[in-house]
C-alpha cells in the first residue's frame, strides 16, 4: 500500500535587517482620508492644484485685490497676465483700486474677455486733485447676476457695492454682497468707517443671508473697530512691510492670501485670495 510522503517543511528565509518590512496591506497606497482608493503616483495635491482643477467654481470666491495706480496704463498687462496666468484667468473677482478712471473713460477701456466691468469713477466729489476710483471685474462663468446695491464718493471714503448670485455657494447662502473699497492716505479715519459701517448694517439687515465681502486699500484703517464681527484675511505685507489691502469676512479663516506681483509701476503688491476651506462657511461655526 503506497503512503504519502512526509510533508517537507521549508525553512523560513530569514530577512535582511537592513531591508525594512512593508506590509502588504490592501490599501497601502490610500490616501490620509482613509480613502479606499490609491492616489497614483505623481498625482499632486493642494489647495492651489484643487481650485485649478475646477476652475471659477469654488464654494467661496477667489479674488485678486491690487492697487493699480491708473489702470488704463496697466491695461496692457492685465490683459497679458489673464491670457497667460490661469489663477487670475479663473478669479471670480478682480478688485482695483486706485484705477483713476473718470466718466470721461469710455466703457470700453476696461473690458477683458470674460469678465463684466463694474466701475465707480473719479468724481468732483471725490477731489479731482488726487487719485481715486474703485472697480469691479466680475468673472461671467461664476456670475453673470450682478446687481450694482450702492456707491459712495467722498474725499474721506470711496466704494461700489454689488450683489452677485451666483450658481456655485454653499446652501447657507442666497448672494454674494462684494464691496470694493479705497480710503486715501489723508482721510479722516472716523468719517470713512462711520460711512462703511452704516452702510453695512443697513444691507446686512436688507440680507441677512447674504455672504459678505469687503475688500480694497484701507491703508491704515482697520474695519474690525467698527465691525468686530468682521475677520481680516490678508496676512502678506503689501506696500513694504505694510498692509494696506485688506479683504473682510465673517467668517474666521475664509481666504488664503499669497502676495503676487504689482502691476506697472504700483509700489503695492497684488493678493491673491484663495478659500481655505470647502467646510465650515457658516459664521456661527467659525466664532
Known amino acids: 500500500m503506497a503512503t504519502n510522503p512526509p510533508p517537507t517543511h ?3 528565509r530569514k530577512q535582511d535587517p537592513a531591508t525594512p518590512s512593508i506590509p502588504q496591506t490592501k490599501h497601502r497606497l490610500a490616501g490620509r482620508t482613509g480613502s479606499s482608493h490609491p ?11 484643487r481650485l485649478k482643477q475646477c476652475g471659477s467654481k469654488t464654494p467661496l470666491p477667489s479674488s485678486l485685490l491690487a492697487n493699480v495706480q491708473s489702470l488704463q496704463n496697466n491695461l496692457d498687462e492685465l490683459k497679458t497676465r489673464l491670457t ?7 478669479c471670480c473677482v478682480l478688485c482695483f ?33 488726487r487719485a481715486g476710483s474703485v472697480c469691479l471685474l466680475i468673472n461671467t462663468s461664476w456670475c453673470s447676476d450682478v446687481t450694482t446695491l450702492a456707491s459712495f464718493c467722498s474725499p474721506d471714503l470711496e466704494y461700489l457695492t454689488l450683489k452677485c448670485c451666483p450658481d456655485n455657494l454653499p446652501q447657507e447662502f442666497t ?23 452704516t452702510a453695512t448694517n443697513g444691507l ?17 484703517t482697520n474695519l474690525k473697530s467698527v465691525l468686530p464681527k468682521y475677520y481680516q484675511h490678508v496676512t ?24 503676487r506681483p504689482n502691476f506697472g509701476k504700483s509700489d503695492h503688491k497684488a493678493v491673491l485670495l484663495l478659500p481655505a476651506s470647502r467646510q465650515k462657511t457658516e459664521a456661527g461655526e467659525s466664532d
Not at 39 to 49: F, M, N, P, S
Not at 84 to 90: A, G, H, K, P
Open 10 to 12: 521549508q525553512p523560513k
Open 175 to 197: 448672494s454674494v454682497i462684494l464691496t470694493a473699497v479705497y480710503i486715501p492716505p489723508q482721510a479722516d479715519v472716523k468719517v470713512a468707517l462711520d460711512e462703511i459701517s
Open 39 to 49: 492616489r497614483k503616483r505623481g498625482k499632486r495635491a493642494g489647495l492651489q492644484v
Open 97 to 129: 483700486t486706485e484705477t483713476q478712471i473718470t466718466p470721461a473713460s469710455p466703457g470700453s477701456v476696461v473690458q477683458p474677455q470674460g469678465f463684466s466691468v463694474h466701475r465707480m469713477d473719479l468724481t468732483a466729489a471725490s477731489d479731482q486733485g
Open 236 to 259: 502678506c505685507p503689501t506696500r513694504g512691510t505694510n498692509i494696506l489691502e485688506h479683504c473682510y469676512t465673517k467668517i474666521k479663516h475664509a481666504d488664503r492670501s499669497i502676495a
Open 204 to 220: 446686512e439687515t436688507k440680507y441677512p443671508e447674504a455672504l459678505f465681502i469687503q475688500a480694497g486699500d484701507f491703508n491704515q
Open 84 to 90: 497667460f496666468q490661469r489663477e487670475l484667468r479663473d
